[in-house]
């Protein structure tokens, strides 16, 4: 797509900047795909009417985001894997006055909330700063882990701490997870979370879409998906993302007694799971010697923690045992200090009950109606999903479509956008809400 022309008009800052965020959005959108080639710097210099020096940097600074990449005949193109580099890329501070960002899913941040710095203030009242900056004795790791399964247990997850793999938030769970099942077919929701495709992209996963309805993936999907030979499987029970589909209990039951039938392994994702008030037990509780629960404090509590939490079947325990120094040792001990000092004073639970409040005052934003806790909400569309997305970018409002997330064809004609409703200010989705009214989308 050498003709293409970033569109700067909702764009503010250094006018590198703002290219660079122009690709970026346009990735978002699919308007640019993997392999479509960028204008020669000079030719968008001289379209924009800018310094070629300008252009340089804009696409320097693209591919320092792992957005783009050289190539020796066709000049600079998007890369294969630039949808999940952005993904999980930071956002330009210099747009984010005139663009809402709906498109990454973070924890909304109460801007009065304190218990974090003052956590910090205590350790460092005890003189404890230097002492956690040093590698920590096995009887500290026990300590810690014995906080996190006490997060687990309000949830229906009671496992014992020498079970429990403290990581590096719940993308590296899942990616032990998995390394821990060793095999390179993978079954997973027919629409699933982005962390799994970027696994799947980085590792050369074969990934299987199995079928959903209102509650997330149905039991008759895990036993076709068994029937063809798949082993492993990679669900959410709560608060799906992107569906944001929460599985009955009865569900959740029927799932575990074919895991545990045809002997699969089944990796649940559960960050979101803490955000239901009265939630029924995880599957994992149902069948552990078959699952592995991944948990995090990230979308709860405090994203920046990068505190994880991996409840691991008996039998692998030897393989993590071996692996130590890929598990926790990623850790932090400050983190993992703080972390576990919000657990036991209480501030994580009082944490997660303002993120509960907050995301349901969100959601009422978009449907007064039909209450909610889920940090994301699935709009069904009459009509092309990626024309409605390019829309909404062009009056400076991103969001995800469904085919962003599709496994195999599930991802063809498909008419969803998901809005994370954690990124932007409360006036910001109701601009945006205002916006999607006005053009028929709610």
């Not at 990449?69 to 501070?93: C, N, P, Q």
């Not at 993936?217 to 076709?224: D, G, M, S, Y």
């Not at 969100?362 to 889920?374: E, G, M, Q, T």
């Not at 496994?407 to 063809?412: K, N, P, Y």
Request: a positive charge; hydrophobic letters at 45%; one cysteine or more.
């Amino acid at each position: 797509m050498t003709n293409w022309i970033p569109d700067l008009s909702t764009l503010t800052g250094p006018a590198y900047r703002c290219i660079a965020e122009a690709i970026a959005i346009d990735v978002r959108t699919r308007r640019l795909r993997p392999g479509d080639s960028l204008p020669p710097q000079r030719l968008l210099a001289g379209l924009l009417g800018l310094n070629l020096s300008t252009v340089t940097r804009a696409y320097r600074e693209a591919e320092r985001r792992g957005l783009t990449e050289g190539h020796t005949r066709r000049g600079t193109v998007i890369r294969a894997r630039a949808e999940a580099a952005d993904l999980f890329g930071i956002r330009s501070a210099a747009s984010a006055a005139s663009v809402i960002d709906l498109s990454v899913n973070v924890p909304a941040s109460d801007p009065r909330d304190r218990s974090v710095a003052a956590t910090l203030a205590e350790l460092q009242q005890e003189g404890r700063i230097e002492e956690l900056m040093r590698y920590q004795a096995p009887a500290d790791w026990e300590r810690w882990r014995e906080q996190a399964v006490k997060w687990l247990a309000p949830c229906g997850l009671h496992t014992p701490p020498e079970r429990l793999v403290l990581c590096a938030g719940g993308q590296h769970a899942l990616s032990l997870a998995l390394e821990a099942c060793g095999t390179g077919d993978i079954a997973v929701e027919a629409f699933t979370y982005p962390g799994m495709l970027a696994l799947a992209q980085e590792r050369g996963y074969r990934l299987h879409a199995l079928e959903m309805d209102e509650e997330g993936v149905t039991p008759a999907a895990i036993l076709k998906a068994a029937r063809k030979g798949i082993k492993t499987l990679v669900i959410s029970s709560a608060l799906q993302n992107p569906t944001g589909a929460t599985m009955s209990l009865r569900r959740r039951q029927q799932i575990a007694g074919i895991v545990q039938a045809r002997k699969l392994a089944l990796v649940e994702e559960d960050v979101y799971g803490a955000m239901l008030p009265q939630a029924d037990p995880p599957i994992s509780a149902f069948a552990p010697e078959h699952c592995f629960h991944v948990s995090a404090l990230s979308k709860t509590v405090a994203a920046g923690l990068r505190f994880g939490m991996l409840s691991v079947p008996a039998a692998h325990l030897p393989h993590f045992a071996r692996g130590i120094h890929s598990t926790h040792w990623y850790l932090s001990p400050l983190a993992v200090e703080i972390a576990t000092r919000l657990i036991s004073s209480g501030q994580a639970a009082r944490r997660l009950a303002w993120q509960q409040r907050e995301i349901a005052a969100r959601n009422r934003i978009f449907d007064a109606v039909l209450p909610s806790y889920a940090p994301h909400r699935w709009l069904a569309l009459r009509g092309s999903a990626q024309a409605a997305a390019a829309a909404l970018a062009a009056h400076g409002l991103i969001v995800m479509t469904g085919a962003q997330f599709g496994v195999g064809t599930s991802a063809r004609d498909d008419r969803h956008l998901r809005l994370s409703l954690g990124g932007a200010s409360r006036a910001g989705l109701k601009r945006a809400a205002q916006l999607m009214r006005e053009l028929g989308m709610l």
